[in-house]
């Protein structure tokens, strides 16, 4: 009886001293310290699951995150991109700094923007970049999933940041540090729409895009393969002001095969035209020349076909020649003339120069660089990816 009293005695001074331990922590001299537990404060030691150490792991890969982003900011040319993200390292650091040492965190404010007005942007994109709350996906590229994945982590630190300080009633201890992190979520979607917007690129940088194949039809050819009357069904909005991709699909075939599956996009043109790459030429058995689109006299034709109807075009098939579609309040600082050819510097990770690229100027266009799939495979193309007018 006496051994188990004992025993029992021992167990409840160990739950005593556990229970200190992860309220408050224990003073032990540093060379004592076991294996099992860390340093909170000074020489004050607890168990290494302690929800306030919990928050400084988190916290760490929050950080380590963001620097594998800046890599993907750099790797990109995307240097405003690669200060904001050096701008809310700091910020981290002296969040954590202020958790140790009991310090208020004081103002958030972050690219200029007070906690009240990035809760404002956040909430209301269109009103300050011009896009709506959007769902990320692979085809928004690496920069807006690293920006993405940034953006769960800082919700998974501020969850984190409410057990590390949750008092028994409920109520936090540090509400200042939870709202900061809570309005660094809110930062990371502002920094996806901003990138998305163009608002990341550099000056004397044009964002680019690659162009696959792809069909712009005419009203009769409308008619005849989807039915008299038929309207073109949008799907989503390109980068050019008015243009859009559609739901509908149509078969392009040549004298040696065929390519389903080829994307229609609108508004309805004059004429149809098929734009392919010269590898999709091989494919079909047709030698489509270099053309800016609306430029298809003396071209090849070809077959579309759709759901039993078919069209059997006498010309139209080309490949687009580079060009950059530029906004008329664009066009003097980046120094360039409606019809000039320019030599375009590549900034990916194969860098390449492309000669011989038409500047297209007009106030209904966006400042973009298109280039088709073949040129994009040879530059290491990816969604993000700039280039910069050479002379």
């Known amino acids: 009886m006496e051994e188990r009293a004992q025993e029992q005695v021992r167990r409840i001074i160990v739950e005593a001293v556990k229970a200190a331990i992860q309220k408050g922590g224990i003073q032990i001299d540093q060379g004592q310290k ?13 168990y290494k699951d302690h929800p306030r150490i919990a928050f400084r792991g988190a916290m760490d890969s929050l950080e380590s995150e963001m620097i594998k982003a800046q890599i993907t900011a750099s790797k990109l040319h995307l240097g405003s991109m690669y200060r904001d993200l050096e701008e809310i390292i700091t910020m981290l650091r002296r969040l954590i700094r202020c958790e140790v040492s009991g310090e208020p965190v004081g103002e958030v404010r972050l690219q200029g923007l007070s906690e009240t007005e990035l809760r404002e942007h956040s909430h209301h994109p269109s009103k300050y970049y011009g896009r709506k709350h959007f769902l990320p996906t692979a085809e928004h590229g690496e920069m807006v999933a690293c920006l993405n994945y940034l ?11 409410y057990r590390a300080f949750k008092e028994e009633n409920g109520d936090v201890s540090r509400v200042d540090i939870i709202r900061a992190l ?33 069909v712009h039809l005419c009203r009769g050819d409308i008619d005849a ?10 799907a989503r909005d390109l ?7 559609c739901r509908e699909r149509v078969s392009v075939t040549g004298p ?14 004059k004429e149809t035209q098929v734009e392919v790459s010269f590898t999709d030429g091989l494919a079909l058995g047709i030698a489509p020349p270099v053309r800016l689109s609306g430029d298809i006299s003396n071209t090849p034709g070809a077959i579309l076909s759709q759901n039993g109807r078919q069209v059997v075009l006498d010309q139209g098939v080309i490949v687009a020649k580079r060009h950059i ?9 980046l120094g360039v003339t409606d019809q000039e050819t320019v030599d375009v510097q590549i ?18 266009f966006a400042t973009y660089a298109h280039i088709d799939y073949d040129e994009a495979n040879a530059c290491g193309y990816e969604k993000g990816i700039c280039c910069r007018i050479v002379r």
């Open 151 to 161: 953006r769960t982590q800082a919700r998974e630190a501020e969850l984190v940041a």
């Open 182 to 214: 809570n309005r660094l979520s809110s930062l990371f979607w502002i920094m996806m729409f901003k990138y998305l917007s163009g608002v990341y690129t550099e000056d004397g940088q044009i964002k680019v895009e690659a162009s696959g194949r792809h």
């Open 256 to 269: 040696k095969g065929t390519i389903h599956n080829v994307v229609v996009l609108g508004p309805e043109r």
């Open 239 to 245: 980068s050019q002001p008015g243009q859009y991709a």
């Open 34 to 46: 076991p294996e099992h537990m860390t340093t909170l404060r000074g020489n004050e030691l607890v």
């Open 347 to 364: 900034l990916g990770s194969r860098p390449v120069i492309f000669q011989d690229t038409v500047v297209r100027i007009s106030d209904e």
């Open 325 to 333: 579609h530029v906004a008329k309040e664009d066009a003097q600082a």
């Open 225 to 234: 393969l989807f039915g008299p009357g038929y309207q073109l069904t949008k």
